[in-house]
T-cell receptor
Framework: GQNIDQPTEMTATEGAIVQINCTYQTSGFNGLFWYQQHAGEAPTFLSYNVLDGLEEKGRFSSFLSRSKGYSYLLLKELQMKDSASYLC????????????FGAGTRLAVHP | DAGVTQSPTHLIKTRGQQVTLRCSPISGHKSVSWYQQVLGQGPQFIFQ???????GRGNFPDRFSARQFPNYSSELNVNALLLGDSALYLC????????????????FGPGTRLTVL
């Protein structure tokens, strides 16, 4: 089966660091995407991990452990505009594009 | 460059009606995927098309169909609408490796908000 779990909601303070976790159980795993989605808008690409380890991109970093079926997105120096839903998505092999999304984590950043 | 565009932005239909949603991919992208996002949930894969051929299909009933045109734009059709079809319909395009490899980054359009009454 295909299953992706992430927390439903998180809150954090402006300027702080927050870690959003994602666990997955997907057959044919071919990498892990993170997308940001503001309310009523399209998801926008944040990161992609296929190898174990940490990928850093400015204030955002993403980590993957394939053996544990685990990923996290780390947001540093939080800003109010980071309030959004963060979607974890597993890419599947099979010769075509298919992403299996989690339900998303709604992050609220407070002053 | 323009991103993925979708039309219409919003749509209200009644049960039993049919709807057509449209998508234009990023210039140069040949692959288009459709996703359904119910409020409070992540997007669910419906279809992928590449070079006018269906490359993948999600777990949706036959009421859902799609096609891709020579200019790589795409239409999603839903027949016999049900209340449960109310959702945000997202189109995504990608261009690397001709849509054959699932690790190509998909870029999403703004979506069409469909409400079925």
């Amino acid at each position: 089966g295909q299953n992706i779990d992430q927390p439903t909601e998180m809150t954090a303070t402006e300027g702080a660091i927050v870690q959003i976790n994602c666990t997955y159980q997907t057959s044919g795993f071919n990498g892990l995407f993170w997308y940001q989605q503001h309310a009523g808008e399209a998801p926008t690409f944040l990161s992609y991990n296929v190898l174990d380890g940490l990928e850093e991109k400015g204030r955002f970093s993403s980590f993957l452990s394939r053996s544990k079926g685990y990923s996290y997105l780390l947001l540093k120096e939080l800003q109010m505009k980071d309030s959004a839903s963060y979607l974890c998505a597993s890419a599947l092999s099979g010769g075509y594009n298919k992403l299996i999304f989690g339900a998303g984590t709604r992050l609220a950043v407070h002053p | 460059d323009a991103g993925v565009t979708q039309s219409p932005t919003h749509l209200i239909k009644t049960r039993g009606q049919q709807v057509t949603l449209r998508c234009s991919p990023i210039s140069g992208h040949k692959s288009v995927s459709w996703y359904q996002q119910v409020l409070g949930q992540g997007p669910q894969f419906i279809f992928q098309y590449y070079e006018k051929e269906e490359r993948g299909r999600g777990n949706f009933p036959d009421r859902f169909s799609a096609r891709q045109f020579p200019n790589y734009s795409s239409e999603l059709n839903v027949n016999a609408l049900l209340l449960g079809d109310s959702a945000l319909y997202l189109c995504a395009s990608n261009g690397l490796a001709g849509g054959r490899v699932s690790t190509d980054t998909q870029y999403f359009g703004p979506g069409t908000r469909l409400t079925v009454l």
